[in-house]
């Protein structure tokens, strides 16, 4: 999988909208770009993917670049319950494109501030 | 859906003894994923299975580590003999045809 850069840290104000980047310079034509995030002592949590269009679900929203070489992830009305830690992974998907599992960097830990 | 379901939640043990792992994947899903995470090293895979298989356990950590799959809805993580340095929260997830994961809620180790 191709590596992901992502700032150690964000502070959010709640009600605002939050804006954690992704850096994947090398991702290849095939991967994906997942966001998972961790909430202290829980599972990480699934929130959206894409590959080449915004996507947006009822967590968040994804803008990647055209050039695929970085991303967004959009909590746009971040609350208190957001504050947690954010990974962005690229990988393929799908049967026989590469089953592997999930490689997980340090993430952001997004801090929202009442 | 339940979603992935671990046991137990918690677990403290002594060195030496033999601690088991249960996972209870998504009802359908055909992948099945071991994580561990420790402060150290993070979220690291350590064996996955498909359709009950093991296809990739280069993430485990040494002999003392096993893994079973005898069915579809169950899957077991075994250490033995446990020592404290497999102190870690172990999470379970599961997929259908290795698309998005879906995570279980973990089993905190503790091995005194």
């Known amino acids: 999988d191709a590596k992901t850069t992502q700032p150690p840290s964000m502070d959010c104000a709640e009600g605002r909208a939050a804006n954690l980047p992704c850096n994947h310079s090398t991702i290849s034509g095939n991967e994906y770009v997942y966001w998972y995030r961790q909430i202290h002592s829980q599972g990480p949590q699934y929130i959206i993917h894409g590959l080449k269009n915004n996507e947006t679900n009822e967590m968040a929203s994804l803008i990647i670049t055209e050039d695929r070489k970085s991303s967004t992830l959009i909590l746009p009305h971040a609350t208190l319950r957001d504050t947690a830690v954010y990974y962005c992974?690229?990988?393929?998907?799908?049967?026989?494109?590469?089953?592997?599992?999930?490689?997980f960097g340090k993430g952001t830990h997004l801090i929202i501030q009442p | 859906d339940a979603g992935v379901i671990q046991s137990p939640r918690h677990e403290v043990t002594e060195m030496g003894q033999e601690v088991t792992l249960r996972c209870k994947p998504i009802s359908g899903h055909d992948y099945l994923f071991w994580y561990r995470q420790t402060m150290m090293r993070g979220l690291e895979l350590l064996i996955y299975f498909n359709n009950n298989v093991p296809i990739d356990d280069s993430g485990m950590p040494e002999d003392r580590f096993s893994a079973k799959m005898p069915n579809a809805s169950f899957s077991t993580l075994k250490i033995q003999p446990s020592e404290p340095r497999d102190s870690a929260v172990y999470f379970c997830a599961s997929s259908l045809l290795a698309r998005t994961q879906y995570f279980g809620p973990g089993t905190r180790l503790l091995v005194l």
């Open positions: 992974i690229v990988r393929v998907e799908g049967s026989g494109g590469g089953a592997d599992g999930l490689t």
